[in-house]
């Protein structure tokens, strides 16, 4: 059962706009929130990540927004990068019991120049 | 900067052979996982381990079994490698303590070829 997912499989931005990327949750014990970046043939790289006391956090051209009501939170790259093409991964984690991560399946994401 | 260092890039092996993926983190961090990746399926977590000598399954325990004999390694076997069991092997490492504890810190991948 996926308690993380990407429903977008794929999503193509021209340069210099806006690239939104979507995650929804199921487990309402999750309490931190991750996302990652991954090229090919490299492991993923940790980008930026938010607190469930929060709803937003910036981190340069990259905002994580959470939205605990609904489960969802999204990734903003603004503006976008040829070099931004990658897959990207959301991630959960939960307050208690292991200390691993639930992963989403990804979302590919093509700047075009 | 954490590192995390895989010792093989890319394997090849014979269905039936016994494999070792080997994997140090340099940053004392309690917990460390392999995971594997695989298209359409994301990141699955295969084992982790929270102390040395502890480890737990994942999702996919299956034909797979691991040694943490220190705290910095982290090794993944492969008992009998099946074709099934060609992926992306990543292996990870997160803190266990503080702010971000939870934060996991990747390997560059073990990329295997079981023929």
């Known amino acids: 059962d996926q308690q993380v997912k990407q429903n977008s499989p794929s999503l193509s931005v021209q340069e210099g706009r806006i690239s939104i990327l979507n995650c929804d949750y199921t487990?309402?014990?999750?309490?931190?929130f991750l996302w990652y970046k991954k090229y090919p043939a490299e492991g993923p790289t940790f980008l930026i990540s938010?607190?469930?006391?929060?709803d937003k956090n910036e981190d340069g051209r990259f905002t994580v927004f959470l939205n605990k009501s609904a489960k969802h939170l999204s990734l903003h790259i603004v503006p976008s990068q040829p070099g931004d093409s990658a897959v990207y991964f959301c991630?959960?984690?939960?307050?208690?019991?292991?200390?691993?991560?639930?992963f989403g399946t990804g979302t590919r994401l093509t700047v075009i120049p | 900067d954490v590192k995390v260092t895989q010792s093989s890039r890319y394997l090849v092996k014979r269905t039936g052979e016994k494999v070792f993926l080997e994997c140090v983190q340099d940053?004392?961090?309690?917990?460390m996982f392999w995971y594997r990746q695989d298209p359409g399926l994301g990141l699955r977590l295969i084992y982790f381990?929270?102390?040395?000598?502890?480890?737990e399954k994942g999702d996919i325990p299956e034909g797979y079994s691991v040694s943490r004999e220190k705290k910095e390694r982290f090794s993944l076997i492969l008992e009998s490698a099946s074709t099934n069991q060609t992926s992306m092997y990543l292996c990870?490492?997160?803190?266990?303590?503080?702010?971000?504890?939870?934060?996991?810190?990747f390997g560059e991948g073990s990329w295997l070829t079981v023929v």
């Open positions: 938010i607190s469930s006391i929060k």
């Open positions: 990870a490492s997160s803190p266990g303590t503080g702010g971000k504890r939870n934060t996991i810190y």
């Open positions: 381990s929270y102390d040395v000598k502890m480890k």
């Open positions: 991630a959960a984690s939960a307050k208690t019991g292991a200390n691993n991560l639930f």
């Open positions: 487990n309402s014990m999750f309490d931190y």
């Open positions: 940053m004392d961090h309690e917990n």
